[in-house]
């Protein structure tokens, strides 16, 4: 059966008053393939340091996390998953994050909120380039 990427509090609650005996209970956002999503756990290498261009921004979808650079070359990195509702996020307009289940919006480059509805920003990572690659993962 497909999953649809979040359910929004407003149709789990819905759902519950239709259906009361089947208990109230707010679904988790899925990622495509309908697992959890989730931000790495151990450090991921995402790709060349080449790709993130000072200024800019790049998303790596497949690890749920998006690496910046600033202009004086350092690299920040975030999880992809929203703060408000854990969905995936998976649209990145230069150096805006968009999540498709509310429509929150996030810097990639500070990780804060620039729309509501979440109001939490984007947990931090560890991020660093090693051997031409950059490497990223939970915060020391």
Avoid: W
Avoid at 83 to 108: M, Q, V, W, Y
């Amino acid at each position: 059966m497909p999953t649809r990427p979040c359910a929004s509090r407003r149709t789990v609650l819905r759902g519950a008053a239709a259906a009361p005996v089947a208990g109230l209970g707010l679904a988790a956002c899925a990622a495509p393939d309908g697992s959890a999503a989730a931000a790495p756990t151990a450090p991921v290498e995402l790709g060349e340091e080449t790709e993130v261009a000072k200024g800019g921004a790049q998303l790596y979808r497949d690890h749920n996390v998006v690496v910046s650079r600033d202009q004086d070359g350092t690299l920040k990195a975030y999880s992809t998953i929203c703060t408000h509702a854990g969905c995936p996020i998976n649209k990145l307009e230069g150096t805006t994050l968009i999540c498709p289940c509310h429509g929150s919006r996030f810097d990639a480059v500070t990780g804060k909120v620039v729309q509501e509805p979440a109001t939490e920003p984007l947990t931090e990572l560890s991020v660093k380039a090693a051997n031409g690659r950059i490497v990223a993962g939970p915060a020391d």
